[in-house]
């Protein structure tokens, strides 16, 4: 089994930055994906980034001003957003599958965090 636990989110105004971070405990290996997806009030989930061993996949809303990062020793995934909008406010999930395959597909991923909140502000 294996748990997540978000950190970083908070409020920020429009064009300012915010990390993310995501560590994981329990079963997880370099070679899974871990990715980041989103729901805003009144929105489905939606994805926003995945990694695995190096290669990454983003949502083209986010391409440019996201990046996602991994530190395999510390089991910790990251999301530095800049240049945030006001419609980036949501509540962020980090989420993890037992796959090497990139995927912006919710339904394929096992294991998510609680959620953390990031609101923008204009």
């Known amino acids: 089994q294996v748990q997540l636990v978000e950190s970083g989110g908070g409020l920020v105004q429009a064009g300012g930055s915010l990390r993310l971070s995501c560590t994981a405990s329990?079963?997880?290996?370099?070679?899974?994906?871990m990715a980041w997806f989103r729901q805003a009030p009144g929105k489905e989930r939606e994805f926003v980034a995945a990694?695995?061993?190096?290669?990454?996949k983003y949502a083209d809303s986010v391409k440019g001003r996201f990046t996602i990062s991994r530190d395999n020793a510390r089991n910790t995934v990251y999301l530095q957003m800049n240049s945030l909008k006001p419609e980036d406010t949501a509540v962020y999930y980090c989420?993890?599958?037992?796959?090497?395959?990139?995927?912006?597909?919710?339904?394929?991923?096992?294991?998510w965090g609680q959620g953390t909140q990031v609101t923008v502000s204009s």
């Open positions: 990694i695995v061993v190096g290669v990454t």
């Open positions: 989420a993890a599958r037992d796959s090497g395959y990139l995927s912006s597909n919710e339904n394929q991923y096992t294991n």
């Open positions: 329990g079963r997880i290996f370099s070679r899974d994906t």
